[in-house]
């Protein structure tokens, strides 16, 4: 029994993995916007995969606000999470408040049976550039990183990659690093209303090649935090997504 438990997870991992090297699009960071944005790109066709560095998947979403999970949505968000079919309850006007558990669990599930095939507990840690286009990612695991080895990485091809990497805008950081052309301008502090309206302006094509989303966006063009609502995530996601499908399609 050991030697079947063995080799179906061996086999099976390294299929996925196998069918999964050139890909139309790489999302980094498996949290709200990032899973959204897989969601309805798969949805409409574009092949998309996500790596996720941590065990677990959902970015900040399970800690709600300080770890109170639950969270708050505006009604102009409400059609996604209708769409994933979520609970919520009707809290003051025009405001909802949804499980962060049920909300996480059932975007990742749909977003899974949708076609995306999510890879957790692997890190990006740089990009795949080609005549001044961002044309892949560098991926390597989380625990070899962690541990500091010494560790070559491996490679995956794709027309976009998706920067969903939350406060810390990674990959956005790493192009300015190494590739240049763009500048970081940082995350400023708390302000809900200007925040979840620039996040969904700050959703573009920052780099050929390079799609910023989520808190990723507004890490990059130095807009504000806005705190436990996530209507912006789920809209950001979702425009990233069509930035693409428009391009692309
Ligand atoms: C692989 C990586 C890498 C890497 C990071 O933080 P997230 O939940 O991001 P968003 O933008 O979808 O949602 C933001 C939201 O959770 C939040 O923080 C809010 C609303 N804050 C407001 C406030 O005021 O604080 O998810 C990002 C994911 C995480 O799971 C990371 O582990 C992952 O990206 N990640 N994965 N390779 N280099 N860097």
């Known amino acids: ?42 949805k409409n066709g574009v092949k998309s995969i996500i790596f996720e560095r941590n065990l ?21 968000a409400m ?5 994933f079919k979520i609970r919520y309850k009707k809290f003051k006007e025009k405001y909802y408040i949804l499980d962060a558990i049920e909300t996480i669990s059932g975007i990742t599930y749909k977003t899974i049976r949708e076609g995306v095939k999510i890879f957790n507990l692997i890190n990006v840690e740089d990009v795949v550039i080609r005549d001044e286009k961002i044309s892949g990612v560098v991926i390597n695991w989380t625990s070899a990183s962690i541990a500091k080895f010494h560790v070559d990485p491996l490679s ?3 027309k976009y990659v998706v920067d969903a990497t939350g406060h810390d805008c990674e990959i956005c950081k790493i192009v300015e690093k190494k590739v240049g052309g763009i500048k970081v301008m940082g995350e400023k502090s708390m302000w809900a209303e200007k925040g979840e309206k620039e996040i969904v302006e700050n959703t573009k094509e920052i780099y050929p090649g390079l799609i910023v989303c989520g808190m990723a966006a507004n ?30 399609k």
């Open 1 to 42: 029994m050991e030697k079947i438990i063995t080799e179906g997870i061996i086999k099976s991992y390294m299929d996925d993995l196998l069918k999964n090297i050139e890909v139309d699009v790489v999302i980094v960071g498996a949290g709200p916007s990032g899973l959204v944005c897989g969601y309805f790109l798969t």
């Open 79 to 83: 059609e996604i999470l209708k769409e």
């Open 156 to 158: 995956i091809i794709s």
């Open 56 to 76: 677990k998947i959902g970015g900040g979403m399970p800690g709600g606000g300080m770890m109170f999970n639950k969270i708050v949505v505006q009604e102009e």
């Open 219 to 248: 890490a990059f063009f130095g807009s504000p935090r806005m705190g436990a609502i996530f209507g912006g995530m789920f809209l950001s996601g979702k425009k990233a997504s069509e930035i693409i499908i428009k391009s692309i």
